[in-house]
Structure formats: C-alpha cells, structure tokens
Antibody, heavy 116, light 107 residues
Framework: ELHLVESGGGLVQPGGSLRLSCEAS????????MHWVRQAPGKGLVWVSR????????IYADSVKGRFTVSRDNARNTLYLQMNTLGAEDTAVYYC?????????WGQGTMVTVSS | DIQMTQSPSTLSAFVGDRVTITCRAS??????LAWYQQKPGKAPKLLIY???SLESGVPSSFSGSGSGTEFTLTISSLQPDDFATYYC?????????FGQGTKVEIK
C-alpha cells in the first residue's frame, strides 16, 4: 500500500527552527519529484517547495526562500524540510506530496505551530 | 505568479443536484489544471488532472473540462460523501498555485 508519513512538527518559538521528515513506502520514491504544501488553520493550500528525483534541483515559494531547505535521502525513502527563522505566518499543517499525475499522493500532514 | 480564482466560494446543494465549480487562471495554462477534494482534518485527494482526466478510483460522477484560462469541475449527482471543499490548482509554471477553495455544503 502506498504511504507518505510526515513527522517532526510541533510547537516552536518565533525565530526557531524545525526539521520535518516524510517517509515514503509502497512505491519507488527515487522516481518521483516531491513537494511540500502547507495549509494554515482554516485557510487554503499553499505550495512551498519542490525537489527533483535526485535532489539536484530545488525550487521554493518566495515566502520561504532563504529560510527553508528541501532535501531527500533516496536510500532511506525520506523527504526533508529544514525550516529556519520561523515566524507566526509559518504556522500550518505541512503536507508531503508526490508529483505524478499532478499531486497524486499526499501524506496525512504534520502541524507546525510558531508561538511564544 | 499565475493566480487562480474559484467561484463560488461556498455552494449549498441538495443530494442528487448537479453541481458546477468554476476556476479561472490569470493567464493561459493550457490544460495543466487539477482538482482536489478535501474533507475536514484530512489531506486533499486528487480528483482530476490535465483538466479532464479522471484519477483512478474517483467516481465517474466527477468530470472536468476547460483549457486556457477557464475550467470547470462538475459533479453530476451530488452524494453525501461529496460534501467537502474543492480546490483547483495550476501546474503549468514552476509555481504551483491553488484556488482559494469552494466549500460544498448540504442544503
């Protein structure tokens, strides 16, 4: 069965850092470009970042550029999102997403709350 | 960045109704449009890709159409399980943007 399972969310103070992980199973992870998408409480979906199959190409939304870093370890079937200099505007559920036919597979999400 | 605008924002309908949601792109995206369904507390689910292709396992009551800047999602006969929020998304350019969502409520 296909799965994407995020972890690493939690409560962090403004200016702090957090690293999210997403473990993939049931498919050949290294074949797929992967994304992070976030959703603030009660709000819509916002694309955050994309990474190429081998990790050599990354792209970010302007709102996180220079603060967030996406990476992957294909040997561990795991996607990462390093988030630095977090602010209240980063409070959201973060989804790990597979790019197949559009965004065809989503994790269950992990909640990040930035608050003092 | 390409902006996506959905209408209406909220839609009230009866079980059995035919429902149509519209999505407009700020510039042409050919057919690089997807539709997602999201229920409260759950991750979004892909329904339609490439504007009109039905994702595997999605009921045939869902259909998509359009190209360029105007797109529609149609549910031919609304079922209780279809009450949810629907999002369109463009993936034509390297900035994948979503519409603001359309909440389909029970009338």
């Amino acid at each position: 069965e296909l799965h994407l399972v995020e972890s690493g969310g939690g409560l962090v103070q403004p200016g702090g850092s957090l690293r999210l992980s997403c473990e993939a199973s049931g498919f050949t992870f290294s074949y797929y470009w992967m994304h992070w998408v976030r959703q603030a409480p009660g709000k819509g979906l916002v694309w955050v970042s994309r990474i190429k199959t081998d990790g050599s190409v990354t792209i970010y939304a302007d709102s996180v550029k220079g603060r967030f870093t996406v990476s992957r370890d294909n040997a561990r079937n795991t996607l990462y999102l390093q988030m630095n200099t977090l602010g209240a505007e980063d409070t959201a559920v973060y989804y790990c997403v597979r790019e197949g036919h559009a965004f065809d597979m989503w994790g269950q999400g992990t909640m990040v709350t930035v608050s003092s | 960045d390409i902006q996506m605008t959905q209408s209406p924002s909220t839609l009230s309908a009866f079980v059995g109704d035919r429902v149509t949601i519209t999505c407009r792109a700020s510039e042409s995206i050919d057919k690089w449009l997807a539709w997602y369904q999201q229920k409260p507390g759950k991750a979004p689910k892909l329904l339609i890709y490439r504007a009109s292709s039905l994702e595997s396992g999605v009921p045939s009551s869902f259909s998509g159409s359009g190209s360029g800047t105007e797109f529609t999602l149609t549910i031919s006969s609304l079922q209780p399980d279809d009450f949810a929020t629907y999002y369109c998304q463009q993936y034509n350019s390297h900035s994948w943007t979503f519409g603001q969502g359309t909440k389909v409520e029970i009338k």
